[in-house]
């Protein structure tokens, strides 16, 4: 067991970092959006697309990881999720 959590410490940092992350973002994105005036549908949309990007991530990961490898598929996962914090900013 030791082995095992030694060798994929990284990873599990990792992924608390962005968990960590996704939790600031969306407790951000919805008070900012109660400031901005946003209606109620438009909202809902924005909240409800990390729902659908966790589904569609979910169908789509097994495929990717089968064809390229966990490391990269995880590495291009976090670029985007780090890329669609950076687009909120610029948009938002």
Do not use: D
């Amino acid at each position: 067991m030791g082995k095992v959590l030694k060798n994929s410490w990284a990873l599990f940092a990792g992924f608390a970092i962005l968990i960590t992350a996704h939790g600031f973002q969306g407790n951000l994105l919805g008070v900012r959006a109660v400031l901005e005036e946003f209606n109620y549908l438009s909202t809902g949309l924005l909240m409800s697309g990390y729902f659908v990007g966790y589904f569609v991530g979910a169908n789509l990961s097994p495929q990717l990881v089968s064809r390229v490898g966990h490391i990269r598929v995880f590495a291009a996962f976090a670029s985007m999720a780090s890329l669609s914090s950076l687009i909120h900013i610029v948009f938002c």
